[in-house]
């Protein structure tokens, strides 16, 4: 598979990732272990060398997960994951966010053990941590990365002005947030601040949270474990209403003889040479039909009626609740 540079920064990385995620959270029931397993080494097979994780994945068994399944080849692919929540060892609840320099350093110690590693390649600031100035975050970060046991640092869901904050203490490697068909938010602000940086981005729920497979729609039931029962964009009415988006969609991916998916992950790629993104799965199958999306190239022409479609439909639906929006840093 093609490979990417993630901005300015010497990781270099598959042109599209494998956010594993999905396979112990947040998306109904978890994969069976070995599954799991056969899964990301599957995508090892595949040309896919980097490996999306954090320790609330699950919370902790995403990361034993990855860990087990990449170490027979861990040299040759790129694992990130990520600290910033306080998680309960009891009941493995998050109770908030806790970005202190000594948690930070913590976690990393325990994030290496799970991961069976002696570094983590990307360590990401999950959310950010009012209580906790950005600068202190990031010399936390530089202290690991000098220790040798972390080699690039990265924040998720973060503004321009903490970019900023961080990036002048220890250069940022990337940043992970929302970005697809239906969520192109950090185009405004984020995508000139990152190129002035030279920061690569890399796009978590690229299909949308599975939306923009067309594989979901007003009719769908999601397992009671399933966040998406919580997210106003998939509440029963916006999925109906934003089929339209999907039949736009499907329009445009028919008449090129690619799959929505494919199509979805194709635009992303073609915005800009820096982003990589991150599209989780369980089954095989989509899995080959995401990396295939590496292999398709969108022009000019394909761009501009992309774009032209896409101004005529109206999304509908918050893409978290008031609360999870609170996590979400806007600065």
């Keep these: 598979m093609e490979k990417r540079r993630l901005g300015k920064s010497t990781l270099e990385v598959s042109a599209i990732g494998l956010g594993c995620m999905g396979l112990s959270h ?3 029931q978890p994969v069976e272990r070995q599954q799991g397993i056969a899964l990301i080494r599957a995508a090892v097979d595949r040309g896919v060398t980097f490996f999306d994780t954090a320790e609330m994945y699950g919370p902790f068994t995403n990361e034993e997960l ?47 053990e799970r991961l069976k590693t002696d570094r983590i390649d990307l360590f990401y600031q999950h959310r950010v941590d009012p209580k906790i100035p950005m600068e202190d975050v990031a010399g936390a970060v530089k202290d690991l990365i000098r220790a040798g046991k972390v080699r690039h640092f990265g924040l998720s869901e973060a503004g321009v002005q903490n970019i900023r904050r961080a990036h002048a203490v220890q250069p940022v490697t990337a940043l992970q947030s ?11 602000a984020v995508f000139p601040t990152l190129e002035e940086l030279g920061i690569g981005f890399v796009p978590f729920s690229p299909l949308g949270r599975g939306f923009l497979t067309g594989a979901i729609d ?22 109906k209403a934003n089929q339209a988006l999907i039949e736009v969609i499907g329009q445009i991916a028919d008449r090129m003889g690619i799959t929505r998916a494919q199509l979805a992950l194709a635009w992303v790629l073609a915005r800009k040479p820096w982003i990589v993104p991150i599209p989780g799965t369980t089954k095989l199958h989509r899995l080959e039909e995401n990396i295939g999306a590496a292999e398709v190239e969108l022009n ?5 009626e992309i774009d032209r479609a896409l101004s005529q439909v109206s999304i509908q639906g918050a893409r978290y609740t008031e609360q999870q929006q609170k996590l979400v840093d806007r600065q």
């Excluded at 007003?218 to 999925?239: C, G, L, M, Q, Y």
């Excluded at 000019?300 to 501009?304: C, S, V």
């Design 26 to 28: 947040g998306y109904g």
């Design 66 to 112: 990855v860990g087990e399944a990449l170490k027979p080849v861990r040299d040759r692919v790129v694992i990130a994951t990520k600290f910033g929540f306080d998680i309960d060892p009891k009941t493995r609840a998050a109770r908030g966010v806790d970005s202190r320099p000594e948690h930070i350093k913590q976690v990393a110690e325990a994030c290496l």
């Design 178 to 188: 929302e970005y697809s068909l239906w969520w192109r938010e950090p185009e405004t």
């Design 218 to 239: 007003e009719n769908t039931k999601f397992d009671s474990t399933d966040f998406r029962n919580n997210v106003p964009r998939f509440a029963a009415e916006a999925r």
């Design 300 to 304: 000019g022409d394909n761009l501009r």
